[in-house]
């Protein structure tokens, strides 16, 4: 009789501070027989104060492909797989998805354990609109794609929610001041749990201005929280694209015209390129 498959938990861990463990994490931690840890070393001291004797295997985004297929084979035999990241939930910006696909290709059960993640936590505590909001995750390293990027999303009305690490922080501010302005309204949140935990609420000049000042506002890990678009000037720039837009079409396939105009002036490319099918 063949075994029956075992479950892969998707187990959220602490962001900073051990003590936001739910007791749920730590049971699963201890009761699997394997735990996939984006670096194993660095969840070692994690595991020991969960108590868990897990086997740990490493599942990171250079080699997530060749160990999903490995994981399965695991839950196959019915043994029981942990996947915990570095910190906060599984995927979120971190690898995972790949093997939660490949477990449920394989008829396997995958079951969440909640708990903290870094995005949600600074959108709790940031006092901006949290009824509607975008996770961008990390803003691309390139100085040129990461101005693409923010301009993309200039006319986005829902609040923008974005992961940073120290060494781009200052530049991502700057880029971020550039597109959409000194004066909106913003929120960074550095070091959240931990004992240097900082939440600055400001324009985002300002925010940009205090984090060039202080060496120690650029250590940690950001979590940079932008107020969307007022209506208004939302509405602006969708109109300011369709004018370039109509402009390039005449020279350029929509497609083409679609992405150029929405690159200029920040309206969504996806509204432009709807515009170009309703006019045909």
């Not at 492909?65 to 695991?74: G, S, Y």
């Not at 995958?110 to 009824?131: E, M, R």
Request: hydrophobic share 50%; glycine share 8%; net charge negative.
């Amino acid at each position: 009789m063949d075994a029956k498959p075992g479950r892969l938990w998707v187990v959220a861990t602490p962001i900073g501070n051990l003590g936001d463990l739910s007791t749920r994490a730590r049971d699963t931690l201890r009761a699997v027989g394997v735990v996939a840890a984006e670096d194993t070393r660095h969840s070692a001291p994690l595991l020991a104060h969960a108590g868990s004797r897990a086997r740990t295997l490493a599942l990171h985004e250079h080699n997530e492909r060749e160990q999903a297929a490995r994981i399965v084979e695991h839950l196959c035999a019915g043994i029981d797989v942990a996947l915990i990241s570095d910190a906060g939930t599984p995927l979120v910006s971190d690898p995972g998805f790949r093997l939660v696909r490949a477990a449920r290709e394989a008829g396997c059960e995958v079951s969440p354990v909640p708990g903290p993640c870094a995005a949600i936590a600074a959108l709790s505590a940031a006092g901006l609109p949290s009824d509607r909001f975008v996770f961008e995750g990390f803003l691309p390293a390139k100085a040129a794609a990461r101005h693409e990027r923010l301009q993309a999303l200039a006319a986005e009305t829902r609040t923008l929610i974005f992961y940073e690490s120290s060494h781009r922080i200052l530049e991502s501010l700057e880029a971020a001041v550039e597109v959409f302005g000194a004066q909106r309204a913003a929120v960074l949140a550095r070091e959240l749990t931990k004992l240097f935990e900082t939440i600055i609420a400001a324009p985002l000049g300002e925010i940009a201005s205090r984090v060039a000042a202080d060496a120690n506002q650029q250590r940690g890990e950001f979590v940079l929280l932008i107020s969307g678009a007022e209506g208004d000037a939302a509405d602006a720039t969708l109109a300011e694209g369709r004018r370039v837009f109509a402009l390039l079409r005449e020279e350029l396939p929509p497609a083409r015209a679609a992405k150029l105009a929405a690159a200029i002036t920040g309206a969504p490319r996806k509204a432009l390129y709807e515009a170009a099918d309703g006019g045909r």
